[in-house]
């Protein structure tokens, strides 16, 4: 063996300085980890990015002003319908007013305070309030007057009547509507919901109902 012959067995120079460019066709060694993708060959196109797509527009027009939102008061009937406006609540608690005192200060007049006509007049004004306002009232959301101006009072939840005794509750709750100088029952000409303060008390809203 000559000076400098690497021994018998020993590694060749092939394997110890490999060649620094591969063959033509095979694979190139894939990126380390983290490098960035290498550019895209002569002549092609780089992938094609998503963008997002513009929202479409939408052609319906916007709610009418004062109508409940889909859904409203969670009423599964379609009975809850727009809220109704001050005009018609104050028609209706008028009518009901009419309905209820006219006989009794007429029946008071006739027979005098003491009298049996007067009698006659305070049972009959106990009685139709118990019926109208918290009976019928409470379990339609009707009165006489409601009826007649065509609202009906609802929970807010549920869009359903809110019973006898709720009912009674509210009118005891309307005396906060009137001892701050009657300003509460005038709420509904600028509150987004039209509601007394009664009302905000409850969870009730008055809405348009057909009329009976």
Not at 11 to 22: A, C, K, L, T
Not at 120 to 130: P, R
Not at 146 to 161: C, F, H, I, Q, Y
Request: net charge neutral; charged share 10%; aromatic share 10%.
């Amino acid at each position: 063996m000559s000076y400098g012959t690497p021994p018998p067995g020993g590694p060749s120079d092939s394997e110890e300085n490999p060649p620094s460019n591969p063959g033509y066709g095979s694979a190139p060694p894939p990126p380390a980890y983290g490098a960035p993708p290498p550019p895209p060959a002569y002549g092609q196109q780089p992938p094609s990015q998503p963008y997002d797509q513009p929202a479409p527009y939408s052609s319906a027009p916007p709610p009418a002003y004062g109508a409940a939102p889909a859904g409203y008061g969670g009423a599964q009937d379609g009975t809850a319908g727009a809220l109704a406006l001050w005009p018609q609540r104050a028609l209706g608690g008028l009518i009901d007013f009419i309905a209820l005192s006219i006989p009794f200060y007429v029946l008071s007049a006739i027979g005098g305070n003491r009298g049996p006509l007067y009698i006659l007049g305070v049972v009959y004004l106990l009685g139709m309030t118990i019926w109208n306002r918290y009976l019928k009232g409470g379990s339609t959301g009707q009165t006489i007057g409601r009826g007649v101006a065509g609202v009906r009072l609802v929970s807010e939840k549920t869009g359903e009547p809110i019973g006898a005794g709720m009912a009674f509750v509210r009118d005891l709750a309307h005396l906060v509507d009137s001892v701050i100088c009657y300003v509460g029952w005038l709420f509904p000409l600028w509150d987004s919901k039209r509601q007394t303060l009664a009302d905000k008390i409850l969870g009730t809203v008055v809405v348009v109902a057909p009329k009976a």
